[in-house]
């Protein structure tokens, strides 16, 4: 099957292979969250980006082999409403955007700084810091030796536009800026997007719209 990216909550995940890293894409919650179990294939150490909500079925995503990490990518509490439950259950450890911590109320065992790497196995992860839709934010990009870059980006960016900076227009000028330079303009147009909520999408489908995003002030 190919991988769309496109869940729904109830649902069955959506797994897209890689040659090094299986991405498993479920949606949980009543605010549609997206939760990834990322899978190293060479040493089958797992970690789930976002535990948001339904701890039962992200525990029956991971399965018998646990989790060794799970990172929160900011610290509203749509993405993390699981976390307790997934945590205690496998004893993973917690990583998160070290501005964002002290507002998740699981303990943050690894804050995370921008350019920090996490591993998965062989696998490693490159945390980028984005400021705007909460002070800590943070997406993590995988620059796979074998294809194009995926990154997963929160809530920081969507089909259509960054996220949500709540009429604030310094948040949403810091926000744009985050985006623009630590992403945008570090990564190719085949880079492939998983947001926090939603369907997938490409930097190539939404750099033409930048200047849009900047003109309308969201």
């Given at each position: 099957m190919t991988y769309s990216g496109a869940v729904k909550v109830g649902g069955p995940a959506d797994v897209h292979e890689l040659q090094d890293l299986m991405i498993t894409k479920i949606a949980v919650g009543p605010m549609d969250n997206n939760a990834y179990l990322l899978r190293c294939r060479?040493?089958?150490?797992?970690?789930?980006?976002?535990?948001?909500?339904?701890a039962h079925t992200l525990l029956?995503?991971?399965?018998?082999?646990?989790?060794?990490?799970?990172?929160?990518?900011?610290?509203?509490?749509?993405?993390?409403?699981?976390?307790?439950?997934?945590?205690?259950?496998?004893?993973?450890?917690?990583?998160?955007?070290?501005?964002?911590?002290?507002?998740?109320?699981?303990?943050?065992?690894?804050?995370?700084?921008?350019?920090?790497?996490?591993?998965?196995?062989?696998?490693?992860?490159?945390?980028?810091?984005?400021?705007?839709?909460?002070?800590?934010?943070?997406?993590?990009?995988?620059?796979?030796?074998?294809?194009?870059?995926?990154?997963?980006?929160?809530?920081?960016l969507f089909p259509g536009g960054v996220g949500n900076t709540f009429k604030d227009p310094k948040a949403f000028a810091s926000l744009i800026h985050d985006v623009e330079r630590r992403i945008f303009d570090v990564l190719p147009d085949e880079t492939w997007v998983y947001p926090g909520h939603g369907n997938d999408t490409t930097l190539g489908a939404e750099r033409p719209h930048l200047p849009e995003w900047h003109a309308r002030g969201w």
């Amino acid at each position: 099957m190919t991988y769309s990216g496109a869940v729904k909550v109830g649902g069955p995940a959506d797994v897209h292979e890689l040659q090094d890293l299986m991405i498993t894409k479920i949606a949980v919650g009543p605010m549609d969250n997206n939760a990834y179990l990322l899978r190293c294939r060479a040493t089958d150490e797992q970690l789930l980006i976002d535990a948001a909500n339904d701890a039962h079925t992200l525990l029956g995503t991971i399965g018998d082999d646990g989790i060794a990490s799970v990172v929160t990518t900011h610290r509203h509490g749509d993405h993390w409403q699981a976390l307790a439950e997934v945590v205690a259950a496998t004893g993973a450890r917690t990583y998160a955007g070290r501005d964002d911590a002290e507002g998740i109320p699981v303990p943050t065992d690894v804050p995370v700084d921008d350019g920090d790497t996490i591993q998965v196995g062989r696998v490693t992860l490159t945390a980028r810091h984005l400021v705007g839709h909460t002070p800590g934010s943070i997406a993590l990009v995988y620059d796979d030796p074998h294809g194009h870059p995926h990154v997963f980006t929160g809530d920081c960016l969507f089909p259509g536009g960054v996220g949500n900076t709540f009429k604030d227009p310094k948040a949403f000028a810091s926000l744009i800026h985050d985006v623009e330079r630590r992403i945008f303009d570090v990564l190719p147009d085949e880079t492939w997007v998983y947001p926090g909520h939603g369907n997938d999408t490409t930097l190539g489908a939404e750099r033409p719209h930048l200047p849009e995003w900047h003109a309308r002030g969201w």
